[in-house]
């Protein structure tokens, strides 16, 4: 049986703009508008605005939120203080990635989990499974938002015109309730395509409005409508994994180079601790195949699955691969054997329908973005 796929605030005013929409995770999303590539370049050197409205917002509350948090996932939520956002993992008992978060401490004893639109539902169960014993509520909450993004060297300016919120001291990874364009939003700084920007979580019935308004103030600017495609080719060129691709259950974190996010220092037990132990010191002593960026010599674009060869043996596989607008070359980022990792290592190519194309090992991001 089909089901219909779930619907944003903002899908009739997509349409009305001629958004070329697809399935994505369940949800009708715009794939692009126009030119992609016009629409990633707009996000390097000027601005893009995406509904991001997909991703699944999951409110954990109570006096036990954050032991629950600190038990349930990777990470070190304690140390997150009121108004900060933490990037981490939820593992399964075998170490396994669920999924990559991000993790918001609203209040005192209020937090809220955002998850891939593809896990919501996944990471929901664990957290309600996981909070059994802790006097804490966890609410799913992907009914209460909307989220849209702005991104690119012009964001802060256009937000600022919107706003009276302290935008200038909102570090990276925080978040602070406003208004923009007189809608009440949580504002946060974290981002997914390597430039600056900002996410604005608000009622579905403000999206429309706070959509026409950050277009309007974005005019003079050259902000643009962006869709999943280019925020695909972004976050590519920024070295930021996506989960189904660098990320999945059959990986630990440690095996994705993200090792940093496992904090076995924090107080108590968590969630796949043993396993991740065993995981930290494998890849220490004998790392597995390691997260690697490749650049083509050729115009042939990798993909998801393909081989990647040395000396006629396959010693790796492509995770994501596309052409770079940025670079103006294809680019992918693969797991290779660690004798094939290190950056300029010669001899390596992706095999694309039985011919070996030549690529450079190179070092993850592609791109960064100069402060």
Partial sequence: MSTAPRLTALDALHRSLGATMTDFAGWDM????????????????????????????????????????????????????????????????????????????????????????????????????????????????????????VQGPESPGILASLTDADLDNLKYYAGLPGTVAGVPALIARTGYTGEDGFELFVSPEHAVELWQALTEAGAGAGLVPCGLSCRDTLRLEAGMPLYGHELTTALTPFDAGLGRVVKFEKEGDFVGRAALEAAAERAATNPPRKLVGLVAEGRRVPRAGFPVVAGGEVIGEVTSGAPSPTLGKPIAMAYVDAAHAAPGTSGVGVDIRGTHEPYEVVALPFYKRQK
């Fill in 30 to 149: 715009p794939l692009r508008y126009g030119s992609e590539r016009d629409e990633h370049n707009a996000v390097r050197t000027k601005a893009g605005l995406f509904d991001l409205s997909h991703m699944g917002e999951i409110t954990v509350t109570g006096p036990q939120a954050v032991q629950l948090l600190d038990y349930a996932l990777v990470g070190n939520i304690s140390t997150v203080g009121v108004g900060r956002a933490r990037y981490t993992h939820i593992c399964q008992e075998d170490g396994g990635i669920l999924d990559d978060l991000i993790v918001y401490r609203l209040a005192e004893t209020e937090y809220m989990v955002v998850a891939n639109a593809s896990n919501a539902q996944v990471v929901l169960d664990a957290l309600t499974a996981r909070a059994d014993g802790f006097d804490t509520e966890v609410r799913d909450d992907r009914d209460a938002y909307a989220l849209i993004a």
